[in-house]
């Protein structure tokens, strides 16, 4: 139900930006997140936005990374500045009714897309 696109590979300190799209719900209605996954490692909270528009990062992205949504288009964007080699991974789209205390917290998002790669390798 969520479609990912813009993953590719790039250099560090490269810049990518991911976009999301509901195939049917408007994400005016949703909360809505990034999440990534790197081999070996559990999912890990990237961002958010909420429906009533506040932001919120993952400690290893803040300051690097923005989230953002075009409304006319119904798409949530990840902005990815000054990747790192720490920064690959597959990123994962997810929305859904989510209560604050578990922003960060993949279990708590009811449709995920399938993912996109994104590798930051010299």
């Known amino acids: 139900q969520l479609v990912e696109s813009g993953g590719g590979t790039v250099r560090p300190g490269d810049s990518l930006r991911l976009s999301c799209a509901p195939s049917?719900?408007?994400?005016?209605?949703?909360?809505v997140a990034w999440f990534r996954e790197a081999p070996g490692k559990e999912r890990e909270f990237v961002a958010q936005?909420?429906?009533?528009?506040?932001?919120y990062y993952g400690d290893a992205v803040k300051g690097r990374f923005t989230m953002s949504r075009d409304s006319p288009k119904n798409t949530m964007y990840l902005q990815m500045n000054n990747l790192t080699p720490e920064d690959t991974a597959v990123y994962y789209c997810a929305a859904g009714t989510v209560i604050l205390s578990r922003t960060r917290d993949a279990t708590g998002y009811a449709y995920w897309g399938r993912g996109t790669l994104v590798t930051v390798s010299q």
């Open positions: 049917e719900r408007p994400f005016y209605r949703e909360d």
């Open positions: 936005r909420r429906r009533d528009g506040h932001l």
